[in-house]
């Protein structure tokens, strides 16, 4: 049966029932775009899956549910009009000077109710929004180009509240659900007003890899933006926007410069309330420290006093206790 429902791309629980697992993760998987062939690359659905449950059995394992009641974007609205509402919902969020790239992450827990995992994992993906047991969570992988992550997260963050999630993508519209998170990611991250008063003819190379350190992107995505939005910059920034990132912010600082926001990225991080949850399961014995230990980045000892502690499960104790 398991291999029939890994062949359907399905659970053992539907076959059985004929009705959907409750457990099943409901997702939607970062899609990479072909230029030439104007289409969506395909991508594997079952790492995909197997990255999702595994984070939801991390909310499983303790009976961890939402974050807080979800927001949820006006009715009918524009990816336009829905990234200026989640900004100016994510501005009232931060503190005085702040930029909102350096705490996208943090931002979208706290104002949105939705978790964001930045894990190690050794199937190759980019990111995942997904919801499981009410729990809504954006999934990235550690890397160090921020300026991926940054627009991966916004882009996810679009899905969820597009409420586009589903079980696989033969219930997605894909190509439309893609163009909408794509153009909801680049408002939120390069606002129209911001693009604008930027002076694109005057300004030198330096100024622009600021441009897009404070904004948390790429040059790829600065150069969509700009072409999006019908801006004539000079020869010099068009030279420059042809540039991949690590070039340009070399040419404009120095070979050895690394932006603050990498650290967000570079290394594991799971949201402050999944782990006090595991903390006070381990803690009242309910679960064994495994999974905090994996969070935390610690051995499994460290966390739980209990393991180990137990009789080892022999073949011979297991046969009697058959």
């Known amino acids: ?53 595994d ?19 006006p009715a009918a609205a524009s990816p336009v009009e829905a990234a200026r ?25 706290r104002v949105f109710a939705i978790d964001v995992f930045v894990i190690d994992y050794d199937a190759v993906f980019d990111a995942y929004s997904a919801e499981a047991n009410g729990a809504k969570f954006i999934v990235q992988r550690t890397t160090g180009a921020w300026w991926r992550a940054t627009f991966n997260v916004a882009h ?31 408002e939120l991250l390069l606002p129209e007003a911001d693009m604008g008063s930027f002076d694109w003819l005057t300004e030198d190379v330096k100024e622009v890899a600021q441009f897009a350190v404070s904004h948390g992107v790429s040059t790829a995505a600065l150069a969509n933006r700009v072409n999006t939005l019908g801006i004539w910059p000079s020869r010099e920034i068009v030279k420059a926007l042809a540039w991949k ?3 340009l912010l070399q040419n404009a600082y120095s070979p050895f410069w690394v932006a603050p926001i ?13 782990i006090a949850e595991h903390q006070k399961a381990v803690a009242e014995g309910r679960i064994s420290g495994q999974t905090l230990a994996w969070m ?15 009789a080892t499960m022999t073949a011979k104790r297991l046969h009697a206790t058959l």
Do not use: C
């Open 85 to 109: 509402w989640a900004r100016g919902h994510l501005e009232a969020a931060m503190a005085e000077g702040q930029v909102l790239a350096d705490h996208l992450v943090t931002l979208i827990e």
């Open 296 to 310: 935390l980045g610690v051995p499994t000892e460290d966390v739980d006093p209990n393991w180990g502690a137990g």
């Open 245 to 247: 990132t690590p070039r």
């Open 156 to 186: 996810e963050l679009g899905h969820i509240l597009h409420n586009d999630l589903a079980y696989s993508d033969e219930e997605r519209a894909v190509r439309s659900d893609e163009w909408w998170a794509n153009n909801f990611a680049a």
């Open 1 to 53: 049966m398991a291999a029939i429902a890994d062949l359907l791309n399905t659970s053992i629980h539907w076959l059985v029932t004929g009705e959907r697992d409750p457990y099943e993760v409901k997702l939607s998987a970062r899609h990479a775009w072909d230029p030439q062939g104007r289409t969506d690359q395909p991508h594997d659905w079952r790492t995909a899956k197997r990255v999702s449950n």
């Open 55 to 73: 984070i939801a059995g991390i909310y499983h394992q303790v009976g961890l549910g939402a974050a807080g009641q979800h927001a949820t974007i």
């Open 262 to 274: 990498e650290d967000v990225y570079r290394a594991p991080r799971f949201p402050g309330r999944v």
